[in-house]
């Protein structure tokens, strides 16, 4: 008898996850604060309360066996006390709490000497400030919010000491802006058993203000060299953690040919939506093989991919049109997938387009005809 | 707004539709008899009800905008109603009706020429037996019951007149043994429009007692002449019933090179399953794709593909379990699908599995090893 799985968190990712559970018959609750979330209807069990209160969280694990989570900002106290009462939550609580945490994850790396760029942490923007100008080699630097951040928000750019009071007036850290060639991304899987298996290397290009990915290419453009260097950096960072699921491992290319850490997710993640068609397992697979304690399973690409996010249009917020649609069906070895929300705003991810081809010149006249040829309008 | 899509049928094609359905936030209706179906939880809205009831059938197709089936067994008469009324009802009623019953089935080859084996319509036994010695040249025969057969129940050999006796008292149809060289399946679309695609034709190797799958390969081991023919075929078949949807026409290779139409199926079929993942579109996507009118997708395939059927052990009944299954696990493009029955009885279908592989032998060592590998046990 398979366990019962739960989610914390019912959006895309869940989603997706929930997909991938469809061929091994597993049965998998969900918990989402919205009674509207993508994953409402596709789950054995789907409970709506907060991710964040210890309660609600403590109540929904007591009713599952193995215990995850799509979204990192949850109730880690309570994944603590089930852990303790011995049910199995991966990833760990204890890997949740550095990641959910800037600070804590930047020390992390720091302590496990894994590359990433320099930062000090700071405690207000006072310390912010005082920092700035003891140690202006740090600048341009960007100034990040400990806890809370996410897509962008949470994220001030400190160009030159004038600008050092846009510091957050938080705990945060100030970590030297990397001139970046390429951003480029490893998904890691790990097992309890200690199986460890990567996913290709892949390139990002991210929206130049959204702090969105707007475009994903697999695998990365990159030597040889860079490629061995991003994949141990990932391997390293997972063993590092002692993660049992995946782990999302950004990485920036400097223009001095460093590859250093970004930041990670511990979970299934926006760089690896293209794995669902385009390698031999997909990361949703992997991330329950993994919490399962499956072996790992084998992640080599049929083809180049190629992934766009599709964000609701400038403009437009109310229920959500997707215009374009049919003409992207007509085109071969192009995937839409749509993420159920009703309503579109401003820049809101509603859903994304896996492209493929065995020709990269022709992935990229595919991405770019798929890029004009879909908009999302009310 | 994309319209609320209704399935007749909540087993494992069903499923695999669902999942299908879920990357364009589809949705979808099911109606089935058991309680316990595989799709209860994965679907929008799910309605227990008999399929074969004009009332239970009529009131479901009222709550949806498009109405498909994942089996042919169900109430065309309120199909029939539903369609007279608006509905869109798709595979149409009149083409269901037509397939239910083999002996509308095998006249219908013969009013369009399409080729099939040679073949009387009988309305009893009394009536089989003179039929049978009349026409000696027909022997060996199958006598089929025109309704209500399935995977192997209602046919019966007849291999010399002496075995007329076993003919049905009931209506059906004698049709002459196809001593065929290989079985193949072409799984055709067709969308409101009138576009037509097929699947890349395959080869099925069924169970020598049960008249089941046991292995299927794709792409079919045939000369370009054979497959030629196949293709064009399983084109006409579908043009000459309409249809719109899937039509998976099962396909005889006899010893004289001759290819001749065993049966169809107007639906998503278990030759076609190995499409979810060697295919660039899926027989699911496609099903979808036809009836909501939207061009038809890209059939090429990736990689060679084999699909094994997991039949339940002789002689184990009760809750399944899946012995081999981490072995299976370890097997790169090995993709084991089970159906969420909970209970095993002896050949019951419980899942399958698709095999993957760039080459063909070592696809073919893998299916032995997957066939070897798993046993559905108590």
Same mark, same amino acid.
């Given at each position: 008898m398979t366990p019962t799985l739960g989610i914390l968190g019912g959006g895309q990712l869940g989603l997706m996850l929930l997909q991938a559970a469809i061929d091994w018959n597993l049965r998998v609750h969900v918990l989402?604060?919205?009674?509207?979330? /993508?994953?409402?209807?596709?789950?054995?069990? @789907?409970?709506?309360?907060?991710?964040?209160d210890y309660d609600t969280v403590y109540q929904f694990g007591q009713g599952v066996d193995v215990l995850t989570i799509e979204i990192e900002r949850v109730n880690v106290d309570a994944l603590e006390a089930l852990e303790r009462e011995g049910k199995r939550v991966y990833p760990q609580p204890a890997v949740i709490r550095v990641i959910q945490?800037?600070?804590?994850?930047?020390?992390? !790396?720091?302590?496990?000497?894994l590359p990433t760029a320099d930062f000090t942490?700071?405690?207000?923007? +006072?310390?912010?400030?005082? =920092?700035?100008?003891?140690?202006p080699a740090l600048l341009p630097a960007f100034h990040k919010l400990g806890r809370d951040g996410y897509d962008g928000r949470?994220? =001030?750019?400190?160009?030159?000491?004038?600008?050092?009071?846009? +510091? @957050?007036?938080? /705990?945060?850290?100030l970590e030297k802006a990397v001139d970046f060639e390429k951003e480029l991304a490893v998904i890691v899987a790990r097992n309890e058993r200690g199986d460890v298996q990567t996913f $290709?290397? *892949?390139?990002? *290009? @991210?929206? $130049?203000?959204?702090?969105? *990915?707007? !475009?994903?290419?697999?695998?990365?453009?990159?030597?040889?060299?860079?490629?061995? =260097?991003?994949? +141990?950096? +990932?391997? =390293?960072?997972?063993?590092? @953690?002692?993660?049992?699921?995946?782990?999302? *491992?950004?990485?920036?290319?400097?223009k001095a040919g460093n590859v250093l850490i970004n930041e990670?997710? $511990?979970? $299934?993640?926006?760089?690896?939506?293209?794995t669902i068609q385009a390698n031999v397992t997909s990361q949703f697979e992997q991330h329950w093989r993994a919490i399962l304690n499956y072996p790992l399973g084998n992640t080599d690409a049929y083809q180049p991919a190629a992934m766009l996010n599709l964000l609701g249009e400038d403009g437009h917020t109310g229920p959500a049109r997707y215009e374009g649609l049919e003409t992207l069906l007509t085109m071969p070895g192009v995937f839409p997938f749509f993420y159920g929300k009703a309503i579109t705003k401003p820049f809101r991810k509603m859903g994304h387009v896996t492209v493929m081809d065995a020709d990269m010149d022709t992935l990229r006249q595919k991405v770019s005809a798929v890029k004009t040829g879909i908009r999302v309008v009310t």
């Amino acid at each position: 008898m398979t366990p019962t799985l739960g989610i914390l968190g019912g959006g895309q990712l869940g989603l997706m996850l929930l997909q991938a559970a469809i061929d091994w018959n597993l049965r998998v609750h969900v918990l989402d604060p919205d009674a509207d979330a /993508p994953c409402r209807h596709l789950c054995t069990q @789907f409970n709506t309360g907060s991710l964040t209160d210890y309660d609600t969280v403590y109540q929904f694990g007591q009713g599952v066996d193995v215990l995850t989570i799509e979204i990192e900002r949850v109730n880690v106290d309570a994944l603590e006390a089930l852990e303790r009462e011995g049910k199995r939550v991966y990833p760990q609580p204890a890997v949740i709490r550095v990641i959910q945490d800037k600070r804590l994850q930047k020390q992390f !790396y720091r302590d496990n000497n894994l590359p990433t760029a320099d930062f000090t942490l700071t405690d207000n923007r +006072a310390d912010a400030i005082r =920092q700035i100008s003891q140690n202006p080699a740090l600048l341009p630097a960007f100034h990040k919010l400990g806890r809370d951040g996410y897509d962008g928000r949470g994220v =001030q750019r400190i160009a030159t000491a004038a600008d050092a009071d846009k +510091a @957050f007036d938080a /705990p945060g850290v100030l970590e030297k802006a990397v001139d970046f060639e390429k951003e480029l991304a490893v998904i890691v899987a790990r097992n309890e058993r200690g199986d460890v298996q990567t996913f $290709p290397t *892949v390139e990002m *290009v @991210f929206h $130049p203000e959204l702090n969105l *990915v707007e !475009y994903l290419f697999a695998p990365a453009e990159i030597t040889t060299d860079i490629d061995r =260097q991003a994949q +141990a950096i +990932a391997r =390293q960072t997972a063993d590092a @953690f002692g993660i049992v699921g995946l782990l999302a *491992v950004e990485l920036f290319l400097d223009k001095a040919g460093n590859v250093l850490i970004n930041e990670v997710a $511990p979970r $299934p993640h926006n760089s690896g939506h293209h794995t669902i068609q385009a390698n031999v397992t997909s990361q949703f697979e992997q991330h329950w093989r993994a919490i399962l304690n499956y072996p790992l399973g084998n992640t080599d690409a049929y083809q180049p991919a190629a992934m766009l996010n599709l964000l609701g249009e400038d403009g437009h917020t109310g229920p959500a049109r997707y215009e374009g649609l049919e003409t992207l069906l007509t085109m071969p070895g192009v995937f839409p997938f749509f993420y159920g929300k009703a309503i579109t705003k401003p820049f809101r991810k509603m859903g994304h387009v896996t492209v493929m081809d065995a020709d990269m010149d022709t992935l990229r006249q595919k991405v770019s005809a798929v890029k004009t040829g879909i908009r999302v309008v009310t």
